[in-house]
């Protein structure tokens, strides 16, 4: 396998606060190859947002990577100076946020800031600019391109102001795109509409999409990978279907237990007892301990590493000591 | 948006309409205006021919459309003190009141925003610190406690500046200024940071809280991750997005600047309509009274409406709404 | 639009409704007293405000003489200088003025006159504010539009130019009968009528919210009158809000009486307020009489200093959203 284009090993950030330090991020590890989809879903608190935000370098104080080292395309950026951090940022990772009606700056038109980003990356003079921007618009399939680009962006509706959002993600062709929940604020319709543009884009351009969201559905639909993350760790990753039709950790059984199928309308849905830990109350040993119905000794005093399974990596003491072949 | 410019003008005239009635109501019944001619010894009957002459034996709607009619005109009948109309003692000090108001508002605003941007951005500097002490203190000091320290610092000690009135001014048809002349621009100085300081500290710590609002919202943090530099986002995204209800509030104290010159002009001797006013009220001069009501009131309610429609104007958001709504 | 201009305006009821029961006794032993301890400026502020206000209330027992009284003003005492300088003399501390009124006596009674003109000016303005509030909130309808128009409109013009229009119209009908004790009543009701809109909206505001709820429509029903039951939730509700008003107004309206007194239109010379003080002794700057003006000076911005502290703390800590 060539070399991924985002790596990221033992991925550590903290959160300073009055009660102490807050660990959000605890020493998670994956990578994305070039062209694929990699879905992080989880709960909300889990990390999948603090994620993205480490890897493109927005953590703001009182946050901080504390450890660990994350690589693009073989480049470590976690601890570049500010200064090539930001070229770096919307010119090889763009970044796609939850919500499309506060994402844009109201009292600029939305040309003026396609046409910003584009110049400030790429060396186009202000003409150029123009003309890409509108093919842009057009490519995240904005009707009347060239009129609408001159519109401000109250004038658009939720759905075609996060395709401007991706047009602005993608305009300096980025290796890796984050999108952090880029559906969820959007009505049932217009999801569907904007994953399928995201995937297109991705693979027409042979871009990385870190996918973040809590929707196992998007995930299945959408990504060839995927990680789930729990308290700040990542509970399993692994090929999506894999991970869909036969997940190793309890969690992510429980996970996957929660969507509702066409087919499986007999069963009801499953639930996960009790609700995620605070980052100021992580239990000792597993984290999921006291939630899961499998848990024994061990897991309340050690912390489960990642281990192999197959295609799939589960950080779950279940499977320690046991053989590939009787696993599940 | 003419609907909308239309209901707000007309709302100007409601609020006009209504300080006028008290201009009046001032103007006829605190205080028999016929006591402010006559002397005490006039005989009744004289009395009788100078409230005729006067048309004060009319009925009082007449009276009130008269004196509205009148004030149209800018006629506020004749200063008790000053035997004179009170338009042309009006007229004649507007120029140094404006200039004056005029300075100390791009003082304010200059200073103010550059020190509010400044602890916004750098918030936990010890000058920016600094500038929120300073802000608390122009709070709390009076206006005229400023004036005299002003006075005792820079023209009785270190005699640099002049303590009192405009120094040399330059007439310019009726209007006449203290700009052109080195003597006027240094009587300007103390008079305009006296005046302004207040709305400076307004505005700076107006402009410190929305830049730091602004600065968390959602678009900037976009703006972020799409690698613009910090230059455009703090001076580009963010400012823009600051000075519009900076601007806003600061044009619509410009008539407050107006009403505090009463009390700089007082403390610095400045030939303005607000030492006219402070005058008038200690001598009970009720027609300068009510016409400075009245001009002051027209000052304002002008500004606010041509704040609001130029707000529509910049803000492309509000157009658009307003434009539906019409 | 931001907090620092919508702070005087309607924010109803920013305490739990709950909150009826003995609201100052739950204060003492809340987060407002931790944070009132825990915010060393704001404990500073206080002290010197308690000072102020002790300073005030004996200062007949304080002052050297009382500088109201001629018989005990001595022009050989006139004009001298601090008591640290090479000229003072005691027990003139402060030194002091053209008719050898000592200053510091002079500060003390003077502070007398501001706080209490301030306190009555703040009182007054309370109690419109709120009756007007209960009303236009209450009586909604025409009523409500009259009075917050109203209130709109005053809102745009500064309280200064208020107080000195009443002050005008209230020498202009009193005439001659205007003694330094009726200037009193006069300068109480000038600062009440230009400080009340923040009272009445704030009520307002929490009256509006009140009259919709269900227990006002139960007490109705079952014949109880619903506007006393209403004040007995709305004005443990607004209280909060009310006091940070107050203090925050209470700051202001020493500053309008002092201005007014220092622009003539205040309290005459025999009874001097701080703001008269440094009209006063203003005319004697040039002569290099600094201290007859400069102590008024530093008594009045230290007291409104204080005072604006506390209000600012009080507005955070009674707000848990800028927390």
Redesign the interface.
């Known amino acids: 396998m060539t070399e991924p284009i985002l790596s990221v090993r033992n991925l550590q950030v903290e959160f300073a606060s009055r009660r102490g330090t807050l660990r959000a991020i605890d020493g998670i590890s994956f990578d994305i190859a070039k062209g694929e989809v990699l879905g992080v879903v989880g709960e909300s608190g889990a990390g999948k947002s603090v994620t993205g935000l480490a890897v493109i370098g927005l953590i703001d104080p009182p946050g901080r990577i504390a450890g660990g080292e994350i690589r693009l395309a073989g480049l470590r950026i976690d601890n570049l100076p500010p200064e090539e951090m930001r070229r770096i940022r919307g010119k090889r990772i763009g970044m796609i946020f939850q919500d499309p009606l506060t994402s844009l700056n109201p009292l600029y038109r939305v040309g003026d800031q396609i046409i910003e980003t584009i110049r400030t990356h790429l060396n186009l003079s202000e003409t150029a600019a123009r003309r890409r921007a509108i093919d842009l618009l057009a490519e995240v399939g904005i009707p009347a391109p060239e009129k609408r680009i001159d519109g401000y962006p109250h004038e658009f509706s939720g759905g075609m102001r996060q395709r401007v959002v991706i047009a602005l993600a993608i305009c300096a062709e980025p290796e890796l795109i984050i999108a952090d929940e880029p559906t969820t604020a959007l009505d049932v319709s217009v999801q569907a509409q904007i994953i399928s543009l995201i995937k297109r884009l991705g693979r027409d351009h042979g871009t990385a999409v870190m996918l973040v969201t809590h929707d196992m559905g998007v995930i299945a639909e959408t990504s060839d990978r995927v990680a789930v993350m729990y308290a700040g760790r990542v509970a399993e990753i692994g090929p999506v279907q894999d991970v869909v039709r036969n997940p190793l950790h309890p969690y992510a059984k429980g996970l996957m237990g929660a969507i509702p199928t066409l087919a499986g309308d007999d069963k009801r849905l499953v639930q996960i007892p009790g609700s995620m830990p605070r980052l100021s109350a992580i239990p000792r040993g597993c984290s999921f301990n006291p939630r899961c119905a499998f848990a024994f000794d061990r897991c309340r005093v050690e912390r489960p590493e990642p281990l192999p399974r197959g295609a799939q990596s589960v950080a779950c003491h279940l499977y320690d000591n046991v053989p590939a072949e009787s696993a599940a | 948006m003419l609907a909308f410019t239309l209901r707000r003008a007309l709302q100007a005239i409601g609020v006009m309409f209504a300080v006028g009635i008290i201009a009046f109501s001032m103007f006829r019944f605190a205080g028999d205006p016929v006591n402010q001619i006559v002397s005490i010894d006039t005989p009744a009957a004289e009395r009788e021919a100078v409230r005729k002459s006067l048309g004060l034996d009319d009925p009082v709607p007449v009276q009130f459309v008269r004196y509205f009619g009148n004030a149209a005109q800018f006629k506020f009948g004749v200063s008790y003190q000053f035997r004179q109309p009170v338009s042309a003692l009006l007229m004649e000090r507007m120029p140094a009141t404006l200039e004056l108001a005029i300075c100390a508002t791009v003082f304010a605003m200059v200073l103010g925003i550059l020190m509010g941007v400044y602890s916004a951005l750098r918030r936990d500097t010890l000058l920016a610190k600094l500038f929120q002490a300073v802000s608390l203190i122009g709070i709390s000091l009076p206006t005229f406690l400023i004036g005299i320290l002003l006075i005792y610092l820079f023209a009785v000690t270190l005699g640099w500046l002049p303590s009192f009135g405009r120094g040399e001014v330059v007439k310019l048809g009726w209007w006449t200024t203290g700009l052109l002349t080195l003597s006027g621009l240094k009587a300007l100085i103390m008079p305009s940071i006296t005046l302004g300081l207040f709305q400076m500290t307004l505005i700076m710590r107006l402009v410190r809280a929305e830049m730091l609002e602004v600065l968390r919202t959602d678009y900037i943090r976009f703006a972020r991750a799409r690698g613009l530099t910090t230059r455009a986002i703090h001076f580009g995204h963010a400012l823009k997005n600051t000075l519009i209800p900076v601007i806003t509030m600061a044009g619509l104290q410009f008539g407050s600047v107006i009403a505090f010159s009463i009390i700089t002009e007082t403390v610095f001797q400045w030939p303005g309509m607000g030492i006219l006013f402070v005058q008038a009220v200690q001598n009970v001069d009720i027609p300068i009274m009510a016409a400075y009501l009245l001009m002051v009131s027209l000052i304002f309610v002008t500004i606010n409406l041509v704040v609001d429609i130029l707000y529509t104007v910049v803000d492309p958001r509000l157009r658009s709404t307003i434009g539906r709504a019409a | 639009?931001?907090?620092?201009?919508a702070s005087n305006s309607d924010k109803p009821s920013m305490l739990p409704k709950h909150a009826a029961r003995s609201w100052f006794s739950r204060a003492l032993d809340s987060d407002i007293f931790y944070s009132f301890l825990r915010s060393k400026l704001t404990m500073v502020a206080a002290a010197i405000t308690v000072l102020f206000f002790l300073l005030a209330i004996f200062a007949s027992w304080l002052a050297v003489q009382n500088p109201f009284d001629p018989a005990q003003l001595q022009l050989l005492n006139s004009r001298i200088s601090p008591i640290w300088t090479a000229d003072g003399q005691s027990p003139f501390l402060l030194g002091t003025d053209e008719q050898g009124r000592d200053v510091f006596s002079a500060i003390l009674y003077g502070l007398r006159i501001s706080l209490a003109v301030g306190v009555a000016g703040v009182i007054f303005a309370g109690a419109l504010g709120i009756a007007l509030g209960l009303i236009a909130g209450y009586f909604g309808g025409t009523v409500d539009g009259v009075i917050m128009r109203i209130a709109d409109?005053q809102l745009?013009?500064?309280a200064?130019?208020i107080a000195?229009?009443v002050?005008?119209?209230a020498?202009?009908?009193l005439?001659n009968r205007l003694d330094a004790n009726s200037m009193l009543v006069v300068l109480v009701i000038s600062i009440g009528l230009s400080f009340w809109v923040g009272y009445a909206r704030t009520v307002r505001g929490s009256v509006m919210v009140e009259k919709n709820k269900d227990y006002v429509a139960a007490a109705q029903l079952i014949g109880l009158p619903a506007p006393k039951i209403m004040l007995r939730h709305v004005l443990p509700n607004t209280m909060g809000p009310i006091l940070v008003i107050a203090t925050i107004n209470l700051?202001l309206a020493i500053?309008t009486e002092?201005?007014l007194s220092?622009?003539?239109?205040g309290l005459p010379d025999t009874m001097p307020s701080l703001g008269t003080l440094?009209r006063i002794g203003?005319n004697y700057?040039?002569a290099?009489e600094?201290w007859i003006?400069a102590f008024p000076?530093i008594a009045?911005?230290g007291l409104?200093?204080s005072i604006?502290?506390l209000g600012?703390w009080l507005r955070d800590a009674l707000n848990p959203k800028l927390r």
Request: without cysteine; charged residues 5%; aromatic residues 10%.
């Open positions: 639009m931001s907090d620092a201009v409109v745009t013009f500064p200064i130019l000195l229009l002050n005008g119209i020498k202009s009908i005439g700051a500053i002092a201005t220092f622009l003539g239109v440094i203003n700057l040039f290099g600094w003006v000076g009045l911005a409104i200093l604006n502290l600012d």
